[in-house]
């Protein structure tokens, strides 16, 4: 999700500790399961496996709340979001070790940190301090990783490697 003509749907700490708990509540809502996310200043990446066909559902709720909240904090009215959420199907294990790699590199490709784990509004920040928040599905990312390549320490490695592709 992008925020209308390029502007920034995070400006502050407050927000984006806003929309971590509304993601929070909306993967308990509606019973999804979070691989993955990333917060940006004018974006969101997410990463989500939904056992329910409610995925739009969720996304209108969560956005809807978000954007409502948002609005009220910062005096502005309208839209908060571009347009619909784009949501592409993962339906590849090369598909799914991309989408892991990019939405942790992210704000490292963005010029935010060198580090992904130094990117505190990321799923890989806590998950690169051992503390992934309960309502994530990392364990489930891990496995489904470590099937995929046969190794452990899947997740780290594919992280690693593709910081090492865009760093010189």
């Not at 997410?46 to 056992?51: K, Q, V, Y």
């Not at 209108?60 to 571009?82: D, E, S, T």
């Not at 490709?109 to 890989?124: E, I, N, T, V, Y």
Request: charged share 20%; hydrophobic share 40%.
């Amino acid at each position: 999700m992008r925020g209308v003509d390029g502007e920034l749907v995070f400006t502050d700490d407050e927000d984006r500790v806003g929309y971590v708990l509304m993601l929070a509540a909306t993967v308990s809502r509606y019973s999804w399961r979070c691989l993955s996310y990333c917060l940006m200043g004018t974006h969101v990446h997410l990463l989500i496996e939904t056992p329910l066909p409610n995925f739009g559902e969720g996304m209108r709720w969560l956005h809807g709340h978000y954007g409502r909240c948002f609005n009220a904090q910062h005096g502005r009215v309208g839209h908060l979001f571009q347009g619909r959420y784009h949501d592409e199907p993962v339906l590849t294990d090369g598909h799914l070790v991309n989408a892991v790699g990019y939405i942790a590199l992210n704000p490292v490709d963005g010029g935010l940190c060198r580090d992904p784990a130094g990117w505190r509004w990321s799923s890989h920040h806590a998950v690169a301090r051992g503390r992934p928040p309960k309502w994530m599905a990392h364990e489930i990312l891990v496995d489904r990783l470590e099937a995929i390549t046969g190794a452990r320490m899947a997740y780290e490695s594919i992280v690693a490697s593709r910081l090492r592709g865009l760093t010189p």
